[in-house]
């Protein structure tokens, strides 16, 4: 017999109440309970985990109210429904939350390879107890002992889930923080965060902070006068014989800064797309490479996937390392020093 038809005779032998075939049916055919694993990294981490540990659960449950001390001491007496419900679905909460990834890890032979893993994406961060104890009374009703049961099964001393609204902006504000001022902290494993969320945060790798601030990046400064340079041509193209003046806080700024700063932005993609095709040759995701040269360019700190917070460097080749290390000191000096350092004239006496 297997995982998934022991756990659906069990169900049908003890769960009657009223909406537990609508729940099964929801279990079998609507969602990833028998195919998602228990854990990204630890107990199930394997398909059909979850499944699998939740029988565990009931069976470890089933045989602990049997026995003779628990009965007569403590009076824990309880129906078979009821040890069915809070077994079998404590861990709702994990359906949908599995996505098939890859980590870095080293071999026997201290070599890193990529191997197979599951990342933890919550699409309804509502809590670990409390959601599985809503899925469960979207079909079934609960009485007070299996929803508290459900809902403190991680026990009473455990932490709380800090997985809030108010955890969420803290870990967001200091994150965008971190990632615009290039200091290169993290309080929370951002590479789990949906795409859009960390595509924000690729945005301020590149654009940086302010401009005199010792933080690396572009800079928003740049990054407003090659916006207000755009605008400016394309209205040119509309009024060719118009005088256009590109003005910042009410003052004209002189075509000199604005050639310089279309100079760096130049340097800048040049520099990224070779540092880019060069660390390419180490054989790793586009996203770990590409946010590998931001992460060094722009003085960041933790990129993505191979190179996110939760990860690091050490698996790139010596060669690639020399490159993010170059790059790491032309982004630091502002990209015209390195360029000055390594021009022919820089060597040659007159």
Known sequence: MSCKEEFIEIFKSNITRDGADKLLDYLENKSDFFTCPASARYHGAYEGGLCDHSLNVYHCLVDYLQRERVQELYGLEYSDES????????????????????????????????????????????????????????????????????????????????????????????????????????????????????????????????????????????????????????????????????????????????????????????????SFLLISLDEFSLTTNFTAVLACFNNVGPGFEGVGPSCSFAAYSPFSKLVLTVDMLAGRLEIFPILALFSRGSWTYK
């Open 83 to 274: 040890i069915a419900i809070v077994a079998l679905l404590h861990d709702l909460c994990k359906i949908g939350c599995y996505k098939k990834g890859t980590r870095n890890v080293k071999d026997e032979s201290g070599k890193w390879q990529t191997v197979p893993t599951y990342i933890f994406v919550d699409p309804l961060p509502y809590g670990h107890g409390e959601k599985s104890v809503y899925i469960a009374n979207g079909y079934i009703r609960l009485n007070r002992e299996e929803a508290m049961a459900i809902r403190w099964h991680m026990g009473f001393s455990g932490p709380e889930d800090n997985r809030t609204v108010g955890q969420a902006l803290h870990h967001a504000a200091f994150q965008v923080a971190s990632i615009i001022s290039t200091t290169g902290f993290a309080t929370t494993d951002f590479d789990l965060w949906p795409s859009f969320s960390k595509a924000i945060l690729m945005v301020l790798m590149i654009t940086g902070a302010c401009a005199g601030s010792t933080a690396g990046g572009l800079k928003l400064a740049r990054a407003l006068l090659l916006i207000k340079t755009l605008r400016r041509n394309a209205r040119q193209v509309l009024h060719p014989n118009r005088v256009q003046v590109v003005r910042n806080n009410g003052q004209a700024i002189s075509e000199k800064v604005l050639e310089h700063a279309n100079a760096y932005f130049a340097a800048y993609i040049i520099i990224i797309l070779v």
